[in-house]
């Protein structure tokens, strides 16, 4: 092993921020990694997850080869066997029961790898199983389906313009800790600073003071749970005051006038007892809104896992258009993503709907082809055509992730066959019949295909590989399509079969599109254009000569900090997709999700509900295994105000037992004021005790499943999006 040291670059697959990281090298192990200055977005930006690249790629727990199962236990195997057995075992239940008996459910990660973005809508096309069930409902479905309905493109999503706006509304996130979300921000934290640094506003509503709320100039404490009736409160109040002015957006919106009379009840007066608020505030916030030269509203998980997430995800954009803020600059913008399709002219599109086919179990309406995730483990266990027998799992731990892990789990443990492609054996892999692990990311390379498009500046940025893949190692994106040839009855074919059928219906596509850059082209001499020395490379090239920007990878690669392309720009009405061209801003299927949120005026509430958390140095289910990141006093503790502490007889450090309708946890106590009364706080991904996985560090300080408390019968019904905010649960002290 050469010791000479050396440098490299990687983007950070480790939040949403995605900074450009310097890799410091010994050979081929990463030794340390700080923030690239010379990067175009991040400008050297790093927070603690980032600079512990090193460990988190080199965790022993790492899985180095494939593992299946023979007599019952999970055993080492070679690339050859993994696929073999999945290949064999696969296609006969798709032949015998159909393609719906094979579930495929992808987690977090895949939007953080090339891979993820790159084949699981191969997979989904190859199985064609209706049976899809994703992350996103447990987070964003909702912005999704107001998006879809909105704008006619779930994709649509704009962003708040951090950078030039004057006033910040921010609802239900918490970016000190989570570093930002459907915002790509490197240095979110010092944005924020930034804005108040040269005069702006910022407004934090969150049932707890979190670092987030502290910064601000206004914390709003809600009850947990009420965001929409707060925002259509705002909406009313601008109505009400004459405070509305829409400027160059009215020639793009229909259905103000419709949204108005929707409107009509939810005064600050009619709302303020149900978030716990007083009326004047909610007027002051409202005209705040109304009179900042720009702002932009922006609401994320603790306003989005919720019982009415997809009207207050709606109800964000409603603000941004009556303020005349959507889409202007220091307002809510649309990025435009190097690696999006290249601008069709704008006019009527095909719309967004909603609930084409529903779930075989309980009906669930699909949202975006996807079910809900809380639904997952009723379609394993319950008899009949059409349930699920297999599953495919792609970067996912439902079992900690998902309400009810312990049905879950056991639902998991009932399957004909299961496929994992994860890293580690963990709380959900422990099932599988195969488990193929990808490399650590220093051995991938990486472009974010998914947060580009959500980033608050169009910039294209690519890392190829930090260090050669390892010795019997096999890139994610090869494991990808070798399963989709398993799967799908090519199995033994070249992978890069996968990735030529991608590029091939691609460019037949863009060839026949007259807004496209390559219209009119010979598909066949355009693929031979395509450089790139793997098969996601000249996909990344493929997809660059299509977008907007006139790049191509050459470009990329000669440029390693990145290219920065440019602010956020006014798309519409472009970037509109409704039937009618214009923002529909009162589509039905909100209009008549109204009376739910009308009864939930008379509804209030006052036993305890929880909310979650999130910890800088924590993701999701998955970063507990790091012990440079897990150090330190326990951190799966639950938040109780001391009031309620009082109340209760609950002592800070003692045990506690909290119980919802899914089950019963015992928990550390941690009293504090950061949380408002009658709210507590639980963070998720922990519940390390089971056996079975290979979780070493993380086995020492297991935590409680938070998720243990939900029986996955609590959604947004529009979404299909557990709620996971603003939930009741019953604390008592344990003696
Ligand atoms: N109560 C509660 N529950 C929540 C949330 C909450 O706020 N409260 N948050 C929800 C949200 S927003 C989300 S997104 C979900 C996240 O939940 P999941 O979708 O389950 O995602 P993670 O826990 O991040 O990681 C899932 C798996 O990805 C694997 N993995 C890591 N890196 C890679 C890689 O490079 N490739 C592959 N193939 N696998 C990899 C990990 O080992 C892990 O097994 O949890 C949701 N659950
Ligand atoms: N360090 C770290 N970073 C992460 C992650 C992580 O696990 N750890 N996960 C990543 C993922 S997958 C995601 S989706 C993002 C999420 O990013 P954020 O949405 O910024 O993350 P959260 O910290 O969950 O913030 C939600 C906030 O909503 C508050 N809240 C709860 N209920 C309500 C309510 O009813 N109304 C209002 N207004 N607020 C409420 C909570 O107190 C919390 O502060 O973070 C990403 N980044
Ligand atoms: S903010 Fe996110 S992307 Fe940046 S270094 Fe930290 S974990 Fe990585
Ligand atoms: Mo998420």
Redesign the pocket.
């Given at each position: 092993m050469p010791d000479a040291t050396s440098t490299a670059l990687r983007i950070?697959p480790?939040?949403?921020?995605?900074?450009g990281?310097t890799l410091t090298l010994a050979g081929t192990r990463v030794t340390g990694a700080r923030?690239d200055r010379q990067d175009v977005f991040?400008a050297g930006?790093?927070?603690?997850?980032?600079?512990s690249f090193g460990e988190v790629d080199a965790d022993p727990d790492r899985l180095r080869t494939p593992l299946v199962r023979t007599d019952g236990e999970l055993r080492e195997a070679t690339w050859t066997e993994a696929f073999d057995h999945i290949a064999a075992r696969i296609r006969p239940l798709v032949e015998e029961y159909g393609p719906n008996a094979v579930g495929i459910v992808l987690g977090n990660p895949n939007v953080h790898t090339m891979a993820g973005a790159l084949y699981p809508p191969l997979l989904i096309g190859a199985l064609r199983t209706r049976n899809l069930f994703t992350a996103s409902t447990l987070d964003q479905m909702p912005k999704h389906v107001s998006s879809g309905l909105l704008f006619g493109d779930p994709f649509a999503i704009p962003v708040p313009d951090l950078d030039r706006t004057t006033h910040l509304l921010i609802l239900g996130a918490n970016p000190l800790e989570s570093?930002g979300s459907l915002c790509t921000a490197?240095d979110f934290p010092g944005r924020l600073k930034a804005l108040r640094r040269r005069g702006g506003t910022l407004t934090v509503v969150d049932p707890r003071r979190t670092r987030t709320a502290a910064l601000a100039d206004r914390h709003i404490a809600l009850r947990p749970g009420t965001d929409a009736l707060f925002l259509a409160a705002l909406a009313h109040t601008l109505f009400d005051e004459g405070l509305t002015d829409l400027g160059a957006l009215a020639a793009h919106v229909e259905g103000v006038a419709d949204v108005r009379e929707a409107l009509r009840d939810f005064t600050p007066e009619a709302v303020a007892d149900a978030c716990d608020l007083d009326a004047a505030t909610l007027r002051e916030v409202a005209r705040e809104l109304a009179a900042a030269p720009s702002a932009a509203v922006y609401g994320r998980m603790g306003s989005s896992t919720v019982e009415h997430g997809t009207l207050a995800n709606w109800l964000v954009d409603v603000l941004n258009v009556l303020t005349g803020n959507l889409d202007r600059p220091g307002g809510a913008l649309f990025p435009l993503s190097a690696t999006a399709p290249a601008p069709r002219p704008a006019g009527p599109g095909k719309g967004f709907a909603l609930g084409r086919w529903r779930s075989r179990v309980s009906g669930h309406p699909e949202a975006k082809g996807e079910f809900p995730t809380a639904a997952l483990a009723e379609e394993i266990e319950t008899p009949g055509e059409g349930r699920i027998r297999a599953v495919i799992s792609i970067a996912a731990n439902p079992v900690l992730s998902a309400p009810d892990g312990r049905r879950l789990d056991a639902a998991l443990g009932g399957l004909d066959f299961m496929v994992s492609v994860d890293p580690y054996l963990n709380e959900t892999t422990r099932h599988a019949d195969v488990v193929l692990p990808p490399p650590p990311p220093s051995q991938s390379a990486h472009f974010d295909f998914a947060f580009n498009g959500f980033a608050i500046r169009n910039q294209a940025r690519y890392t190829p590989a930090a260090v050669p893949l390892e010795d019997g190692r096999m890139d994610e994106c090869e494991i990808h399509a070798r399963l989709i040839l398993a799967v799908s009855g090519m199995h033994g074919a070249s992978p890069s079969a996968v990735d030529d059928l991608a590029v091939d219906s691609a460019l037949a596509k863009a060839v026949a599109q007259e807004h496209s850059p390559l219209h009119g082209g010979d598909p066949q001499e355009q693929a031979r254009l395509l450089a790139g020395r793997t098969g996601p490379e000249r996909r990344l090239d493929l997809m660059l000569r299509l977008g907007p920007y006139d790049l191509i990878l050459e470009d990329l690669l000669r440029a390693p900090h990145g290219i920065d392309l440019g602010p956020l720009r006014p798309r519409l009405p472009q970037v509109l997709k409704t039937r009618s061209g214009r923002v529909e801003l009162l589509p039905q299927p909100l209009a008549a999700d109204l009376p739910r949120l009308r009864a939930a005026l008379a509804s209030r509430r006052d036993g305890l509900v929880l909310v979650g958390r999130r910890h800088l140095r924590s993701n999701n289910s998955w970063l507990h295994n790091v012990p440079s990141l897990t150090g330190g006093s326990n951190r799966c503790t639950l938040q109780v105000h001391p009031a309620d502490a009082d109340r209760l007889g609950l002592a800070d450090g003692k045990p506690a037992r909290i119980s919802s309708v899914g089950g019963a946890l015992e928990v550390e106590v941690e009293v504090t004021d950061a949380v408002r009364a009658g709210v507590v706080s639980l963070p998720h991904g922990w519940g390390h005790d089971r056996p079975g996985a290979r979780l070493t560090v993380a086995a020492e300080r297991p935590g409680v499943n938070v998720n243990q408390l939900l029986d996955g019968s609590l959604l947004d019904p529009l979404s299909g999006t557990a709620v996971l905010n603003g939930f009741p649960v019953d604390v008592t002290p344990v003696p």
């Amino acid at each position: 092993m050469p010791d000479a040291t050396s440098t490299a670059l990687r983007i950070c697959p480790l939040c949403e921020a995605t900074c450009g990281l310097t890799l410091t090298l010994a050979g081929t192990r990463v030794t340390g990694a700080r923030g690239d200055r010379q990067d175009v977005f991040s400008a050297g930006f790093v927070c603690p997850k980032g600079a512990s690249f090193g460990e988190v790629d080199a965790d022993p727990d790492r899985l180095r080869t494939p593992l299946v199962r023979t007599d019952g236990e999970l055993r080492e195997a070679t690339w050859t066997e993994a696929f073999d057995h999945i290949a064999a075992r696969i296609r006969p239940l798709v032949e015998e029961y159909g393609p719906n008996a094979v579930g495929i459910v992808l987690g977090n990660p895949n939007v953080h790898t090339m891979a993820g973005a790159l084949y699981p809508p191969l997979l989904i096309g190859a199985l064609r199983t209706r049976n899809l069930f994703t992350a996103s409902t447990l987070d964003q479905m909702p912005k999704h389906v107001s998006s879809g309905l909105l704008f006619g493109d779930p994709f649509a999503i704009p962003v708040p313009d951090l950078d030039r706006t004057t006033h910040l509304l921010i609802l239900g996130a918490n970016p000190l800790e989570s570093n930002g979300s459907l915002c790509t921000a490197p240095d979110f934290p010092g944005r924020l600073k930034a804005l108040r640094r040269r005069g702006g506003t910022l407004t934090v509503v969150d049932p707890r003071r979190t670092r987030t709320a502290a910064l601000a100039d206004r914390h709003i404490a809600l009850r947990p749970g009420t965001d929409a009736l707060f925002l259509a409160a705002l909406a009313h109040t601008l109505f009400d005051e004459g405070l509305t002015d829409l400027g160059a957006l009215a020639a793009h919106v229909e259905g103000v006038a419709d949204v108005r009379e929707a409107l009509r009840d939810f005064t600050p007066e009619a709302v303020a007892d149900a978030c716990d608020l007083d009326a004047a505030t909610l007027r002051e916030v409202a005209r705040e809104l109304a009179a900042a030269p720009s702002a932009a509203v922006y609401g994320r998980m603790g306003s989005s896992t919720v019982e009415h997430g997809t009207l207050a995800n709606w109800l964000v954009d409603v603000l941004n258009v009556l303020t005349g803020n959507l889409d202007r600059p220091g307002g809510a913008l649309f990025p435009l993503s190097a690696t999006a399709p290249a601008p069709r002219p704008a006019g009527p599109g095909k719309g967004f709907a909603l609930g084409r086919w529903r779930s075989r179990v309980s009906g669930h309406p699909e949202a975006k082809g996807e079910f809900p995730t809380a639904a997952l483990a009723e379609e394993i266990e319950t008899p009949g055509e059409g349930r699920i027998r297999a599953v495919i799992s792609i970067a996912a731990n439902p079992v900690l992730s998902a309400p009810d892990g312990r049905r879950l789990d056991a639902a998991l443990g009932g399957l004909d066959f299961m496929v994992s492609v994860d890293p580690y054996l963990n709380e959900t892999t422990r099932h599988a019949d195969v488990v193929l692990p990808p490399p650590p990311p220093s051995q991938s390379a990486h472009f974010d295909f998914a947060f580009n498009g959500f980033a608050i500046r169009n910039q294209a940025r690519y890392t190829p590989a930090a260090v050669p893949l390892e010795d019997g190692r096999m890139d994610e994106c090869e494991i990808h399509a070798r399963l989709i040839l398993a799967v799908s009855g090519m199995h033994g074919a070249s992978p890069s079969a996968v990735d030529d059928l991608a590029v091939d219906s691609a460019l037949a596509k863009a060839v026949a599109q007259e807004h496209s850059p390559l219209h009119g082209g010979d598909p066949q001499e355009q693929a031979r254009l395509l450089a790139g020395r793997t098969g996601p490379e000249r996909r990344l090239d493929l997809m660059l000569r299509l977008g907007p920007y006139d790049l191509i990878l050459e470009d990329l690669l000669r440029a390693p900090h990145g290219i920065d392309l440019g602010p956020l720009r006014p798309r519409l009405p472009q970037v509109l997709k409704t039937r009618s061209g214009r923002v529909e801003l009162l589509p039905q299927p909100l209009a008549a999700d109204l009376p739910r949120l009308r009864a939930a005026l008379a509804s209030r509430r006052d036993g305890l509900v929880l909310v979650g958390r999130r910890h800088l140095r924590s993701n999701n289910s998955w970063l507990h295994n790091v012990p440079s990141l897990t150090g330190g006093s326990n951190r799966c503790t639950l938040q109780v105000h001391p009031a309620d502490a009082d109340r209760l007889g609950l002592a800070d450090g003692k045990p506690a037992r909290i119980s919802s309708v899914g089950g019963a946890l015992e928990v550390e106590v941690e009293v504090t004021d950061a949380v408002r009364a009658g709210v507590v706080s639980l963070p998720h991904g922990w519940g390390h005790d089971r056996p079975g996985a290979r979780l070493t560090v993380a086995a020492e300080r297991p935590g409680v499943n938070v998720n243990q408390l939900l029986d996955g019968s609590l959604l947004d019904p529009l979404s299909g999006t557990a709620v996971l905010n603003g939930f009741p649960v019953d604390v008592t002290p344990v003696p």
